[in-house]
């Protein structure tokens, strides 16, 4: 249960030390194993669950995060910004093999192009009553995770949006958000999760392709989810983000 504060989200780090060589990947594994340990929360019998994937990728060389718009006529979170991810089913074997599934069937990724890295939490529920529990994985191109890299120093490769298969009955787009965008004082802004811990909300209205700005002089979230009409990352995927680039001393 959160208990409300008054204090700022934590601040981001300047130069931050944001994931792109191969050896990276291993650092921000052993955080998260270290996050773990300190972080254990029991599933509750007869709770609903979901799963969700944080799957950092390289595009053009870029280090970043694929996140999709969800589509405008989904009965949940409708136009809002997520990670792949969605309801356990009973025939899952276990809540990261739920979130796998979930992205093949959202932007067609496999499950041999994903290098787990571990999970994070504590796993908070959705407003649609959901247990929503999040796990990282590295995005490779399709054959290439396993193979021989060289040096730890080599830089990651970088996926193709063209290799990507996006359900449409789902997803209305995908796109990159850089992990520079994480410290960009003209893209974040303090929010509170819960009405009681601050986070950062991020604003990618120009990074998705067709979205428009909605003019909302109140500042009411809208059907992107953003205030003032811009179309952020914000609420649970916000706070699972915000919560990640702690962990990984992004943001001190």
């Not at 356990?88 to 093949?104: G, K, M």
């Not at 060289?150 to 990651?156: A, F, H, I």
């Not at 520079?180 to 120009?206: C, E, G, K, L």
Request: charged fraction near 15%; aromatic fraction near 8%.
């Amino acid at each position: 249960m959160h208990q409300p504060s008054t204090s700022n989200p934590p601040r981001p780090s300047y130069p931050s030390p944001l994931p792109s060589p191969a050896g990276s990947l291993r650092t921000l594994q052993s955080a998260l194993i270290a996050h773990a340990a300190t972080s254990k929360t029991a599933v509750i019998q007869g709770e609903a669950n979901a799963a969700v994937l944080v799957p950092l990728c390289n595009v053009d060389g870029v280090p970043g995060v694929l996140l999709e718009l969800r589509g405008g006529k989904l009965r949940s979170h409708a136009g809002e910004v997520s990670f792949p991810g969605g309801r356990v089913d009973p025939a899952d074997a276990s809540f990261l093999a739920a979130a796998l599934r979930e992205t093949q069937e959202e932007v067609g990724l496999q499950n041999g192009q994903i290098d787990i890295l571990g999970q994070f939490g504590p796993p908070e529920q959705s407003l649609m009553g959901l247990r929503v529990w999040p796990y990282v994985g590295f995005v490779y191109p399709l054959g290439s995770h396993g193979a021989d890299t060289g040096s730890l120093d080599d830089p990651l490769p970088s996926i193709s949006f063209s290799s990507l298969t996006i359900s449409q009955a789902e997803v209305a787009t995908v796109f990159h958000l850089p992990l520079s965008a994480f410290t960009s004082p003209a893209r974040i802004r303090p929010d509170m999760f819960r009405a009681a811990s601050p986070y950062w909300a991020i604003d990618v209205s120009d990074l998705v392709q067709g979205f428009e700005k909605v003019s909302d002089p109140l500042g009411q979230p809208d059907v992107g989810g953003g205030k003032e009409g811009r179309l952020e990352v914000w609420g649970l995927t916000g706070w699972y983000m915000s919560l990640l680039m702690r962990i990984i001393k992004v943001y001190t």
